[in-house]
């Protein structure tokens, strides 16, 4: 098992779309050199959505426009549709990132459409961005509890993350949408998505609303799992998964790896000074999980 981990800084996409004080082109494009700055080489930068949905990604053709990435960086932006590849291909954006659910009742109210209409919309997606030369994530949400329905089966995670990646997905992100998820969940989860994608094309996307996203995390690394998204400060949150509350902590995620042994090539001193600067230019009170300056040893 490799000791490199991908470590996939979605805090400007999912930390930003759910804000209410709806931070300025400036104050993305700053957030995201500075993460860029600190090591972080994969950078969920924004969201070609509809603006009617999800106002504060209106600007993410001209924040993506203004990056200056490092050298091997990887840009992901979210892709809910054509309407979205058009702007998404003719950007510096690397990997375009489709997204659909495991809950039906979700799928609905966060793109307007069943599982299977929007597998079909992302098919085409997925076809278009391949011939693109794009790198294309897949996200199923709702992987192990949603908002509206409860509980999920893990039967109709596993449906969707297989139809994902044989539509030619290269990864399968995992979301744990609105946090619900125990380690044991997300061990019975890998065990079964496993089953026909192989562990090295799988990401997890925590979200912590019970305080069980570091522990998720380490429970898919020790299975395996060598993607892992997060947040800088814990921002997260999608509107339309009430109660959700923010990714789990870039900080936190570069704590736990570096204590395992895992490269991650970041800098926690400025990835926690980042931390503080964006909850101050939102207005946000710090959280605990913002401005730990590194233990001594
Ligand atoms: P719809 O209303 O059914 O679509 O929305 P429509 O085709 O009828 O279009 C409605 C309007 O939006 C039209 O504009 C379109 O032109 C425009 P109007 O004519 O009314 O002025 N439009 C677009 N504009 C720009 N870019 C586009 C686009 N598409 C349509 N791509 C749609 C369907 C899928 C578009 C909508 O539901 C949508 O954008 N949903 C996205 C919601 C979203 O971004 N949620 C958060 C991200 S997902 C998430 O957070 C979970 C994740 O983190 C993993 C996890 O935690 O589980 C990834
Ligand atoms: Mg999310």
């Known amino acids: 098992m490799t000791d490199q981990v991908r470590l996939v800084e979605v805090g400007p996409r999912d930390?930003?779309?759910?804000?209410?004080?709806?931070?300025t082109t400036e104050i993305k494009i700053e957030l995201i050199q500075r993460l860029f700055g600190a090591g972080l080489r994969h950078i969920e930068a924004g969201a070609f959505v509809s603006p009617r949905w999800v106002p504060q990604m209106a600007d993410s053709a001209a924040v993506i426009a203004a990056l200056k990435p490092p050298a091997g960086s990887e840009i992901l932006a979210l892709v809910p549709n054509e309407a979205g590849l058009k702007p998404a291909l003719a950007s510096q954006v690397g990997t375009v990132a489709v997204f659909t659910a495991a809950s039906e009742t979700f799928s609905q109210r966060n793109t307007n459409c069943s599982i299977a209409e929007g597998l079909t919309r992302i098919r085409s997606v997925v076809e278009q961005a391949k011939a693109a030369?794009?790198?294309?994530?897949?996200?199923?949400?709702?992987?192990?509890?949603?908002?509206?329905?409860?509980?999920?089966?893990?039967s109709s995670v596993?449906?969707?993350?297989?139809?994902?990646?044989?539509?030619?997905?290269?990864?399968?992100?995992?979301?744990?949408?609105?946090?619900?998820?125990?380690?044991?969940?997300?061990?019975?989860?890998?065990s079964a998505v496993t089953g026909s994608i192989p562990v090295g094309r799988i990401a997890i996307h925590a979200h912590d609303t019970?305080?069980?996203?570091?522990?998720?995390?380490?429970t898919a690394l020790e299975y395996g799992v060598r993607?892992?998204?997060?947040?800088?400060?814990?921002?997260?949150?999608c509107p339309y998964a009430p109660g959700a509350t923010g990714n789990v902590a870039t900080e936190d995620v570069v704590y736990l790896l570096e204590?395992?042994?895992?490269?991650?090539?970041?800098?926690?001193?400025e990835l926690t000074r980042i931390g503080?600067?964006?909850?101050?230019?939102?207005?946000?009170?710090?959280?605990?999980?913002?401005?730990?300056?590194?233990?001594a040893t």
């Not at 019970?210 to 380490?218: D, E, K, Q, R, T």
């Not at 204590?259 to 001193?269: I, V």
Request: aromatic share 4%; charged share 15%; hydrophobic share 40%.
């Open 227 to 237: 993607s892992i998204d997060s947040s800088v400060a814990g921002l997260g949150g």
């Open 133 to 154: 030369n794009r790198q294309v994530r897949g996200y199923v949400s709702c992987v192990v509890g949603c908002p509206y329905e409860g509980r999920i089966p893990v």
């Open 259 to 269: 204590g395992q042994g895992l490269a991650t090539g970041t800098d926690l001193d």
């Open 15 to 23: 930390g930003l779309q759910n804000e209410p004080s709806h931070p």
């Open 210 to 218: 019970y305080g069980m996203g570091i522990a998720n995390v380490l």
């Open 158 to 190: 596993v449906r969707v993350a297989e139809e994902l990646f044989a539509m030619g997905c290269d990864e399968i992100a995992l979301g744990d949408t609105n946090g619900a998820a125990r380690p044991a969940e997300i061990q019975a989860l890998l």
């Open 276 to 295: 503080a600067w964006i909850c101050n230019a939102l207005g946000r009170p710090l959280g605990s999980r913002v401005g730990k300056a590194r233990l």
